[in-house]
């Protein structure tokens, strides 16, 4: 069945080989990969939102874990940059944020350590759980001007440099 380790960072490889194929279009982002990492992304930072991150909350007694709040930020940076239309800065700055937001994850110590480590008998149950979970519903891309302002402002937030 795998671990729960397994499974959450080989969603990021999958996430991170989509995102490679969706930029080596030949005329700027090819559409068909970018859409399916688009949604791949909202439904994983779903995942780790809804389940992962409150499921190490229980199983602290109500301690969040500590890189939570630096993860927030990071999801909701990427969150913001899927909403405009894609171009090649905004996938620059994808990239640039899951270089960073990934070891937290996946690194020794990391997110998907911790919780393999909490969950003990539990991690079955819960490895369904991130299996079946539902897709996000993802709305059209959003082309007003000011939403790039909104984008940059989320990323900047976040700590980051927008490309764009």
Do not use: C, S
């Not at 270089?99 to 911790?114: F, T």
């Not at 969950?119 to 059209?140: F, M, R, S």
Request: aromatic content about 6%; charged content about 25%.
């Amino acid at each position: 069945m795998g671990t729960l380790y397994e499974y959450l960072a080989g969603d990021h490889e999958r996430l991170n080989d989509l995102l490679t194929r969706a930029a080596e279009g030949e005329r700027g982002i090819d559409m068909g990969p970018y859409t399916e990492f688009r949604q791949g992304l909202l439904r994983h930072i779903g995942i780790e939102e809804k389940i992962v991150l409150p499921a190490i909350a229980r199983f602290q007694n109500g301690k969040q874990a500590e890189i939570a709040q630096r993860l927030r930020l990071d999801h909701g940076a990427l969150v913001a940059l899927l909403v405009p239309p894609p171009t090649p800065a905004i996938v620059e700055t994808i990239r640039l944020i899951l270089k960073a937001h990934n070891p937290l994850e996946e690194d020794e110590g990391g997110l998907y350590e911790l919780i393999e480590k909490l969950a003990g008998e539990e991690a079955d149950g819960l490895l369904e759980k991130l299996k079946t979970a539902p897709e996000v519903p993802a709305l059209p891309h959003n082309d007003w001007p000011g939403v790039i302002d909104a984008t940059r402002r989320a990323v900047e937030r976040a700590g980051y440099n927008p490309a764009f």
